[in-house]
């Protein structure tokens, strides 16, 4: 009997990132599903790769930033994909907005409430994907390698290195990283993983050529190929809560950082006294 092939669902899988990881792991026989906002780049895959008698790419539009419309798709995708979800990839994303008038404009009129596109895309989104991937991989039996599934997320750079004029994206990012860096030390427990790529400057569609064309010269434009690398490394490895730091070489594993005794001690007993939150045994 011919192996079922593996599945994954991908936010943000028709451009950039999303779609070079799309693209690498249907060379790998896999069968995936796209939400996004736009369907452009999925509808292209789903052209080059499906055949009449094989669909190998599913794809539905969603706005992560919305819970029915994210449980929407989801729901498609575990029809379309037969009921399993092996690995899952938050990857849709946006990037700062401008979340406050310019600051000449505030000396007089009433207080304006922030824009807050860019957590609810890049954070709460991200969170809304994660909650659908943890209830259906509790749902899911362990694969032939001990795994009911994995996740993996995309922080940036600038979840751990601040960029000043980058606030809300950063908020988002170091959200991503904390997220990361606490779920993925619990879940493993249960047969899951959560990492995450933190790449550099990628060039995509999150920003202008004009920009792109000023960071190439400083060469430090970062391989997409190596953030897709990191992402095989995911799945294939047996590792959690790691952070995979891409830049222009490939990527490297950002060590965890080191805690004075006091602080160490406090980690560990805020986190006996929360786990109750989460299992209704403890
Ligand atoms: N390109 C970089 O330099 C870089 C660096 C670090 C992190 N990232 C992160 O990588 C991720 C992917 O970005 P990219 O660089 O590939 O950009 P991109 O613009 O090429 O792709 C983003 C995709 O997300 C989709 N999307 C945007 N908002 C959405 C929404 N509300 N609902 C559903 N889909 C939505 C877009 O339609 C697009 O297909 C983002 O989370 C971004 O923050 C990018």
């Known amino acids: 009997m011919t192996p079922r092939p593996r599945t994954a669902f991908i936010t943000g899988g028709s451009s950039g990132l999303g779609y070079a990881l799309a693209q690498r792991l249907l060379s790998q026989n896999y069968h995936i599903f796209i939400a996004d906002i ?110 009911k599934g994995k996740l993996g997320l995309v922080a940036s750079i600038c979840g751990f290195s601040p960029v000043p004029a980058v606030p809300v994206y950063s908020a988002a990012k170091y959200g991503v990283v904390g997220l990361t860096r606490t779920y993925g030390k619990m879940l493993p427990t249960e047969g899951i993983t959560v990492n995450a790529v933190c790449p550099g400057i990628a060039r995509t569609s999150i920003n202008t050529e004009a920009f792109y064309k000023s960071v190439e010269k400083d060469g430090i434009l970062v391989s997409i190929d190596g953030v897709v690398d990191s992402f095989m490394d995911m799945i294939e490895g047996s590792g959690s809560a790691e952070l995979y730091v891409c830049g222009p070489e490939g990527y490297v594993k950002k060590e965890e950082e080191k805690y004075d005794a006091w602080l160490q001690k406090s980690i560990d007993v805020l986190d006996e006294g929360h786990r109750w939150i989460h299992y209704s045994g403890l």
Do not use: C
Request: charged share 25%; hydrophobic share 40%; aromatic share 10%.
């Open 38 to 147: 736009s369907l452009d780049g999925a509808k292209e895959l789903a052209t080059t790769h499906n055949t009449p008698s094989v669909s190998k790419v599913h794809y539905a539009g969603a706005d992560v930033s919305s819970w029915d419309s994210q449980l929407s798709a989801f729901k498609q995708a575990l029809q379309a994909l037969k009921g399993r979800i092996d690995y899952v990839f938050p990857i849709a994303g946006i990037g700062e907005r401008r979340w406050l008038p310019f600051a000449e404009e505030s000396a007089e009129g009433d207080f304006v409430k922030p824009n807050l596109q860019t957590l609810e895309v890049d954070l709460t989104g991200v969170l809304y994907t994660v909650a659908l991937a943890v209830q259906q991989f509790r749902r899911q039996e362990k694969d032939e390698r001990g795994w």
